[in-house]
């Protein structure tokens, strides 16, 4: 299958200081780009849609000043949490959908920030 | 705004017995798709039905997907230590908002 990967795998980082995720797509070029928050135990929740060469489509409830989301390229999305605070401590996920109209939503690996 | 109910959310069982994991919807799905997850990693895909009435089988799992589109189920034959994680169903809404919504999970454990 398709795959996507993500850097970093996990961060620490300061309350205050700003982290940036980076999630491509490896071996196929996606139109769109998914970024998902996961809490222990529970599922996924959507924050944002990404799509190349467009500002991204944020879910109620999600500050986009808050998660900057940049898709340059049909390869790389960002994800970029600014002014990190404890509660943001969360798994993040990117998923990316190629070209045709049915592709699978491929996912990466998750990153496990902290925030202290 | 869609969503997908999904039972049972914890499910612990022995090694060799049967389980269903069911996902309800009163909304209609373009597809719907299974994953399974294990700790610290990214979502796996299992399969997409895109038919109503669909039945996909991959080995001991059995998944299908309601006449109606709009609820589906993954049941597993003879459960290993093996098939334990969490599994999650999404729906597929299509078109240019195109977008997965997620049930809750099913955590499931199987004891040897």
């Known amino acids: 299958g398709a795959v996507v990967s993500q850097h970093p795998s996990w961060v620490i980082c300061k309350s205050g200081t700003s982290v940036k995720i980076e999630c491509r797509s490896l071996?196929?070029?996606?139109?769109?780009m998914f970024w998902y928050r996961q809490f222990p135990k529970q599922s996924l929740m959507l924050m944002a849609t990404?799509?190349?060469?467009?500002?991204?489509?944020?879910e109620q409830g999600v500050e986009k000043d808050k998660f900057l989301i940049n898709h340059a390229s049909l390869t790389l999305s960002t994800l970029t949490v600014t002014s990190a605070h404890p509660e943001d401590s969360s798994f993040y996920i990117c998923?990316?959908?190629?070209?045709?109209?049915?592709?699978?939503?491929?996912f990466g690996p998750g990153t496990r920030l902290l925030v202290l | 705004t869609q969503l997908l109910e999904q039972s049972p959310q914890f499910l612990s069982i022995q090694e060799g017995e049967n389980l269903t994991v069911y996902c309800n919807s009163s909304?209609?799905?373009?597809?719907l798709q299974w994953y399974r997850q294990e700790p610290g990693e990214g979502p796996v895909l299992l399969v997409t039905v895109v038919t109503g009435g669909e039945v996909k089988k991959l080995k001991r799992l059995t998944f299908q997907f309601g006449d109606a589109r709009k609820d589906s189920s993954l049941h597993i034959t003879a459960a290993q230590p093996g098939d334990t994680g969490l599994y999650l169903c999404a729906g597929a809404s299509g078109g240019s908002n195109y977008k997965l919504t997620f049930g809750k999970g099913t955590l499931l454990t199987v004891n040897p």
């Open positions: 990404s799509n190349e060469g467009s500002k991204a489509t944020y």
């Open positions: 909304s209609v799905f373009s597809s």
């Open positions: 998923s990316a959908r190629g070209l045709r109209g049915w592709e699978t939503q491929y």
């Open positions: 071996d196929f070029q996606a139109t769109t």
